[in-house]
């Protein structure tokens, strides 16, 4: 139990375009997201917790309007990053939180390594 | 604010040998205790947790008991195999900061055959 899925595993694109990532878990309601980027040999950095139905919380130095996150359904939700640029290249990592558990471990997605050319 | 500090790696250990990762913490509140483990390329998995003083966490013949007295979560196991080669997180999650989690640096473990 507890998987968390992750789509794309890996993208590609140009600079200036956009790219969404989703994050799934499949076999429990995630009332709470989170998404993450790491950097190379580096530890995870949260950008943004994401509760299912109101708006993403951002830490401080995220860019909301660059990095758009919506939590449309308690199974679901998507990371789009806009007018992508070289610098935005990293691996993304989503996790979730299973509501109904109330613990707080963190159930982690497979990641998405984006790169932006 | 919350924080955990990870002993430094990389960590190179033979096939078998005994490991230990240090992780201390400092957290205002009473905070769970997470070791997560990343294999390369992926996502992080979690490995083992504790949620109360003297609790300890086990899983895959990894240990680790949270100490109240020094702040502390370790990582220990006795026998490494090769398949343990990763990057090891020890994290903190607590009601006081809206259940984010806090994690650590990371400790790079190599274990040779």
């Known amino acids: 139990g507890a998987v968390v899925s992750q789509h794309p595993s890996r993208v590609i694109c140009k600079s200036g375009t956009s790219v969404k990532i989703e994050c799934r878990s499949l076999?429990?309601?995630?009332?709470?997201m989170f998404w993450y980027r790491q950097f190379p040999k580096q530890s995870l950095m949260l950008m943004a917790t994401?509760?299912?139905?109101?708006?993403?919380?951002?830490e401080q130095g995220v860019e909301k309007d660059k990095f758009l996150i919506n939590h449309a359904s308690l199974t679901l939700s998507t990371l789009t990053v806009t007018s992508a640029h070289p610098e935005d290249s990293s691996f993304y990592i989503c996790s979730a939180r299973d509501g109904r558990a109330g613990g707080y471990e963190q159930y982690f997605g497979p990641g998405t390594r984006l790169t932006v050319t | 604010g919350n924080s955990v500090t990870q002993m430094e790696g990389p960590v190179t250990l033979s096939e078998e040998a005994f490991l230990t990762i240090n992780c201390t913490y400092t957290?205002?509140?009473?905070?769970?205790l997470f070791w997560y483990v990343q294999y390369p390329g992926e996502g992080l998995q979690l490995l083992l947790k504790a949620t109360k003083a003297d609790d300890k966490g086990s899983n895959k013949g990894f240990e680790a008991t949270y100490r109240k007295e020094t702040t502390s979560f370790h990582l220990e196991k006795g026998s490494v195999q090769v398949s343990d080669s990763a990057v090891y997180f020890c994290a903190l999650s607590d009601q006081a900061n809206a259940g984010k989690s806090t994690f650590g640096d990371g400790t790079t473990l190599t274990v040779k055959p």
């Open positions: 076999d429990f309601q995630a009332t709470t």
């Open positions: 957290a205002t509140g009473y905070p769970s």
């Open positions: 994401s509760n299912e139905g109101s708006k993403a919380t951002y």
